[in-house]
């Protein structure tokens, strides 16, 4: 079992950048962990952004945000952080850490995760 809450959203200009954080706690090592962000903006539905394997190798990006968000994993910390940089007014949503047990793969689906943080919201204004 692993416990995600997700901090560091809020309100951004467009062009702007916000870097969000999740932290991940429980009985289960972090390290046995597939980590991802979703997002979910009102009316439409959940948005797989990133995903980052247990190693931190392998990445994978929703093409959306590709080019302009990172996702990586500390080394020593039980955190994954998504780097959100060029916002644009349609990145507004609610976004939600989700984590799957597993060492890599993309996936990119939101059923492929059993683990999934509270949300916090992110607003770009134009």
């Known amino acids: 079992q692993v416990q995600l809450v997700e901090s560091g959203g809020g309100l951004v200009q467009a062009g702007g950048s916000l870097r969000l954080s999740c932290a991940a706690s429980?009985?289960?090592?972090?390290?046995?962990?597939?980590m991802a962000w979703f997002r979910q903006a009102p009316g439409k539905e959940r948005e797989f952004v990133a995903s980052?394997?247990?190693?931190?190798?392998?990445?994978y990006y929703g093409d959306s945000v590709k080019g302009r968000f990172t996702i990586s994993r500390g080394k020593a910390t039980n955190t994954v952080y998504l780097e959100m940089n060029s916002l644009k007014p349609e990145d507004t949503a609610v976004y939600y850490c989700?984590?799957?047990?597993?060492?890599?793969?993309?996936?990119?689906?939101?059923?492929?995760?059993?683990?999934w943080g509270q949300g916090t919201q992110v607003t770009v204004s134009s």
């Open positions: 989700a984590a799957r047990t597993d060492y890599s793969g993309e996936y990119s689906t939101d059923f492929e995760y059993g683990y």
């Open positions: 429980g009985r289960t090592t972090f390290r046995t962990y597939v």
């Open positions: 980052i394997s247990v190693s931190g190798d392998l990445t």
